[in-house]
């Protein structure tokens, strides 16, 4: 059943403020809250989207105090929901789940492969719309992939040439947060890259350029 229209609204209200902490509050009495915020990662304001995204690992992590198989079941939802066989595709799915583990990986770890590995075992026609979010959830997850990217990492490295500059702007990202920058060695191209890219940071959706995120990594390398 979905959510009440104000209870609906309300999220949103609290999400167009910036205001995630609350949502937590709210779902560690109504853990339901988790599936609630699922359709508002679909939101026509990026910015809302993403804090949706950021909100259900939140609640997820404040939730598990009580009862850690909220979350688990919250995680089995979101790649249930990367099929057409669900019948409501969620496209910010890899994001979603990628946070959640990451706020609780004590309870979570065992997700970390499941959501890496999307990047190789998605089909291709399905990979198209997903590997931009699929490279960000590497990305974020960053340390906690240590040993379990030695398969994947090939196929961030030939997202750095792919034609969607979102792929190529969240590949690079990638392999910086998971302490592989050292792969962008010789790619002075990607420097001057001007695809734009739709960042999260802060709780703000803003675009940068793949070529910001490119000079930012070779920085830090």
Request: net charge negative; glycine share 8%.
């Amino acid at each position: 059943m979905n959510a009440p229209v104000t209870t609906r609204r309300r999220l949103r209200e609290l999400l167009s403020e910036g205001d995630v902490e609350h949502v937590a509050h709210l779902a560690e009495s109504r853990s339901r809250i988790l599936g609630d915020l699922v359709p508002l990662t679909y939101d026509a304001d990026p910015t809302v989207a993403w804090r949706a995204v950021e909100a259900i690992g939140l609640c997820a992590g404040h939730v598990a105090n009580r009862d850690p198989g909220v979350g688990r079941e919250q995680l089995r939802r979101l790649f249930w929901l990367l099929s057409e066989e669900s019948g409501g595709i969620c496209w910010r799915a890899p994001e979603a789940m990628a946070e959640i583990v990451r706020r609780r990986p004590d309870l979570y770890a065992d997700w970390i492969p499941i959501v890496t590995h999307l990047l190789v075992e998605l089909a291709e026609e399905d990979l198209r719309h997903f590997k931009p979010g699929v490279l960000w959830a590497i990305g974020t997850l960053g340390p906690l992939t240590a040993g379990q990217l030695d398969d994947v990492l090939p196929s961030v490295v030939a997202a750095l040439d792919d034609p969607d500059p979102a792929a190529r702007g969240m590949a690079v990202r990638a392999l910086d947060r998971v302490g592989r920058a050292d792969l962008l060695a010789g790619r002075e191209d990607l420097l001057d890259d001007e695809g734009t890219v739709e960042l999260y940071e802060n709780r703000i959706s803003t675009e940068v350029t793949v070529g910001s995120l490119a000079r930012e990594a070779r920085a830090r390398a």
